[in-house]
């Protein structure tokens, strides 16, 4: 059996992670960081929590005798990321992120681009006075210094941070256009603040802010490890067919 530690946080790692346990001869250890209370499915051996920074990471894939990891988290859970990186080269097992493209602006879309989120809150435009914040629930913190707007925040889950002048909605992707376009118009939303996430399952909101001419503060990517990446789910159960391919034959 060979073990492959799959890093969970998105859409695509549950999918990976059931596709990935339809293969003989492999055993998928897909890890959470424990985040939500209701976290979404996932098939075979799931483990939860931090594993103690790199340093602890690298004696988990000692220990769990791992093989291979497949880094599937968020493009913005760069920490993660990062340790991953760090532990693999250490313990040198191969290892690929599983990164959907970023966003790319189109015509039409009017977006303020920023590197961060607390650059996105010095962006907001004084004329803003209805903001629809699309970035989770644990960045919350540096919108509280803005008193004037409305804000509806867009969480999985609630947050401890409390922002007085908004409306919570606790919903989980994919969101539809029809259903962007409605809460846009309901909400009579001026001004978005969304990370550039990339995928298709939170894009409707992009495509709906086109229509209606929306302004979207949109947060940029940070920086990246240097590992290799692969696009989809499918390219990353490719990356590893072939490894495999490699030990088997
Ligand atoms: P982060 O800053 O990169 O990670 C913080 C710490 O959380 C890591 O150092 C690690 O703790 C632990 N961790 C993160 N992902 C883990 C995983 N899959 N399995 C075990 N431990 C994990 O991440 P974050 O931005 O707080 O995000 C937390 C989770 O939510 C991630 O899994 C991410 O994919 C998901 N998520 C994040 C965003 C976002 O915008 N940041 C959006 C959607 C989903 P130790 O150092 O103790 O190992």
């Known amino acids: 059996m060979v073990r492959v530690l799959v890093l969970c946080g998105t859409g695509d790692a549950i999918e990976l992670v059931a596709k990935l346990s339809e293969i003989s001869d492999i055993e998928v250890i897909a890890s959470l960081a424990g985040r939500t209370r209701q976290p979404a499915s996932l098939t075979g051996t799931v483990r939860i929590g931090g594993f103690g920074g790199a340093d602890g990471l690298t004696t988990y894939l000692q220990t769990q005798k791992i093989d291979y990891l497949i880094d599937a988290t968020h493009p913005f859970a760069i920490q993660m990321s990062d340790h991953a990186a760090a532990a693999t080269k250490a313990v040198g097992i191969p290892s690929v992120m599983l990164v959907r493209p970023a966003w790319e602006k189109v015509s039409g879309d009017r977006w303020i681009e920023v590197e961060s989120v607390e ?12 903001i629809f914040l699309t970035i989770g629930r644990q960045q919350l913190a540096p919108f509280t210094t803005l008193k004037e707007p409305w804000f509806l925040i867009r969480s999985i889950e609630s947050s401890d941070v409390v922002i007085p002048n908004s409306k919570i909605l606790l919903d989980r992707g994919p969101f539809s256009l029809d259903r962007e376009r409605q809460l846009l118009r ?3 939303i ?14 409707a909101k992009v495509v709906a802010a086109r229509e209606l001419d929306i302004p979207i503060v949109m947060v940029q990517r940070p920086v990246m490890p240097n590992v290799e990446q692969v696009e989809s789910v499918d390219r990353a159960i490719d990356w590893l067919q072939d490894r495999l391919k490699g030990k088997f034959n």
Not at 119 to 130: C, E, S, Y
Not at 190 to 203: F, H, R
């Open 119 to 130: 650059a996105a809150v010095q962006a907001i435009p004084v004329t803003a006075k209805r």
């Open 186 to 188: 309901d909400d009579r």
């Open 190 to 203: 001026d001004l978005i603040v969304s990370k550039n996430s990339g995928g298709e399952a939170t894009y």
